[in-house]
């Protein structure tokens, strides 16, 4: 977000796919990750962008189209030397900050990391880099487009910050979903909209 506008790649997909379905004027709006979470599973002719695409995700909505594909690591303060980290199970010997039932915070759990042992878990993005950036959390895993944002919106330098070790259960494509109960009609026309248009990806 730049001057209390929305900005990114996958918002600029998003934003083409709602004109060019003739939706234009749906608003797009910006709630912590576990609100919206909630609220696209529950609330009529709502969609959430960008979620990734998981089994354990497969039914709980409808998948409209995928927006990209990105890489995960866990980030750490340079030298990245000191970490010795060899394994994701090296990483437990770290504290790791997440957000809540975030894709990471599901999948670290699944690998066998404990809220408070090996997790710091927030429910706000901006607080997690915080925690990561005062020194109160050892790593956080995010892909590096977001990483480099966070770095520059909290006045950090992200060239002080690397990969210490990269989490393949993670490499997963972004999508944009709808609730399992949205209009039908709403569902045909941006899936008729997405034929049609150039998005600079590669199609579903």
């Not at 209390?4 to 918002?11: A, H, S, V």
Request: charged share 25%.
């Amino acid at each position: 977000m730049e001057n209390n506008k929305l900005t990114g790649e996958y918002f600029d997909l998003v934003h083409n796919l709602k004109i060019a379905s003739g939706l234009a004027q749906a608003p797009v709006e910006v709630y912590p990750w576990a609100r919206a979470y909630k609220m696209a599973q529950e609330r009529k002719n709502t969609f959430i962008f960008s979620i990734v695409r998981t089994p354990e995700r497969e039914d709980k909505f409808i998948w409209i189209k995928k927006l990209g594909t990105n890489a995960f690591g866990f980030y750490g303060r340079k030298p990245i030397s000191q970490y010795q980290i060899k394994s994701i199970e090296d990483a437990k010997n770290w504290l790791t900050v997440v957000l809540r039932q975030d894709l990471v915070y599901e999948t670290l759990t699944t690998l066998g990391f404990e809220e408070r042992r090996h997790l710091i878990v927030s429910s706000n993005l901006n607080s997690v880099f915080k925690l990561l950036f005062s020194g109160k959390a050892d790593f956080v895993v995010t892909n590096k487009h977001l990483f480099k944002s966070k770095a520059e919106l909290l006045n950090q330098d992200p060239l002080n910050w690397d990969v210490v070790w990269t989490v393949p259960e993670l490499a997963q494509g972004y999508y944009l979903a709808a609730q399992l109960d949205t209009d039908p009609a709403i569902i045909a026309k941006l899936v008729d909209a997405k034929k049609t248009i150039s998005l600079q990806h590669s199609p579903d």
